[in-house]
């Protein structure tokens, strides 16, 4: 069975920064990608940033150029590196994977998301 895991989520003040970590574990053969996605109070989930095997990346529109997802594979763990934070990136964030076991079946998995608060 496939995991992901959240850390570093917390309180922090406008324009300051955090780095939130996902590790994933368990019977993975590959990672196919790994992302993050937020859900604000009273708002829809949406996703922030994706990185693939290959290295690429996408962003949700309202955090291109103040976050930036990276990728350790020997670690299996995705960062989201948070910069200029606003008091509207306020929300629980979840780390998602994607990819094939050892077994050769599919995972799509969820972490069960860590809180960012952004004061003003």
């Known amino acids: 069975q496939v995991q992901v895991v959240e850390s570093g989520g917390g309180l922090v003040q406008y324009g300051g920064s955090l780095r939130l970590s996902c590790a994933a574990s368990g019977s993975m053969f590959s990672i196919n990608d790994m992302g993050w996605y937020r859900r604000a109070p009273g708002k829809q989930r949406e996703l922030v940033a994706s990185?693939?095997?290959?290295?690429?990346?996408n962003y949700g529109d309202s955090v291109k150029g103040r976050f930036t997802i990276s990728r350790d594979s020997t670690k299996k763990t995705a960062y989201l590196q948070m910069n200029s934070l606003k008091p509207e990136d306020t929300a629980v964030y979840f780390c998602?994977?994607?990819?094939?076991?050892?077994?050769?079946?599919?995972?799509?998995?969820w972490g069960q998301g860590t809180q960012v608060i952004v004061s003003s």
């Open positions: 998602h994977a994607k990819g094939t076991t050892m077994n050769h079946s599919g995972y799509d998995v």
């Open positions: 990185i693939y095997s290959s290295g690429s990346t």
